[in-house]
Each structure stands twice: as structure tokens, then as C-alpha cells.
């Protein structure tokens, strides 16, 4: 069974940084992972992720000013978040998917950007 664990949010202004961190146990090492964010009462959507190949993917609001990426060899992963507007606030969520298919959540850490 993985955990994963995941900190970083915060409260910050417009144009600030954050960076979110999630860290997993419990599994062998993970390939495939994403970063989701759910409004109150909304669908999880995707923010930005790591492919099977190693190659990063990025939601269109995303793209120049978020950044993917992992500790190497081991089973944790930021996402850098830069130039953040109040549209960004949300719950951030971790996602991995292992070789066999299983996927696991975290618990979701809670971004708030407002002056």
C-alpha cells in the first residue's frame, strides 16, 4: 500500500511561490505521477505531471509558470509554482499510478493566494 504524504501549501500573495512536495511510501519506485487541484464541489483537475517516458506535462494555465519534477531515485516529487494568481487557489492533490495499474492519492494540501 503507498502513502503518500504531501506539504508545501500555504498562504501567499499574487505573483508569490510556492513549492508543493509529495513524498511516497510504502511502493516501489514510481514513474508516473500527478498534480490535480479540486475546487469546493468541483471535479479534480489536472495541473501537471510526469509521463512514463520521464518527460513532464503541463495544464494549459499551468505552462511557463509551474514545474514538475522529482528527486532522483527516490519516491518524491515537487511541483513549483510560480507567478500565482487567486485563480490558482485551491486543494492540490498528488497522484501516482504504479506499473500494475493501482493508483493512490494523497490527502491534499491547501493553496490560498490573495493579497
Known amino acids: 500500500q503507498v502513502q503518500l504524504n504531501e506539504s508545501g501549501g500555504g498562504l501567499v500573495q499574487p505573483g508569490g511561490s510556492l513549492r508543493l512536495s509529495c513524498a511516497a511510501s510504502?511502493?516501489?519506485?514510481?514513474?508516473?505521477m500527478a498534480w490535480y487541484r479540486q475546487g469546493s464541489g468541483l471535479e479534480r483537475d489536472f495541473v501537471a505531471g510526469?509521463?512514463?517516458?520521464?518527460?513532464?506535462a503541463y495544464s494549459d494555465s499551468a505552462v511557463g509558470r509551474f514545474t514538475v519534477s522529482r528527486a532522483n531515485g527516490e519516491n518524491t516529487f515537487y511541483l513549483q509554482m510560480n507567478e500565482l494568481e487567486p485563480d490558482d487557489t485551491d486543494v492540490y492533490y498528488c497522484?501516482?499510478?504504479?506499473?500494475?495499474?493501482?493508483?493512490?492519492w494523497g490527502r491534499g494540501t491547501q493553496v490560498t493566494v490573495s493579497s
Open positions: 497522484h501516482v499510478r504504479l506499473s500494475q495499474g493501482s493508483g493512490f
Open positions: 510504502g511502493g516501489p519506485l514510481i514513474r508516473v
Open positions: 510526469i509521463l512514463g517516458s520521464g518527460a513532464p
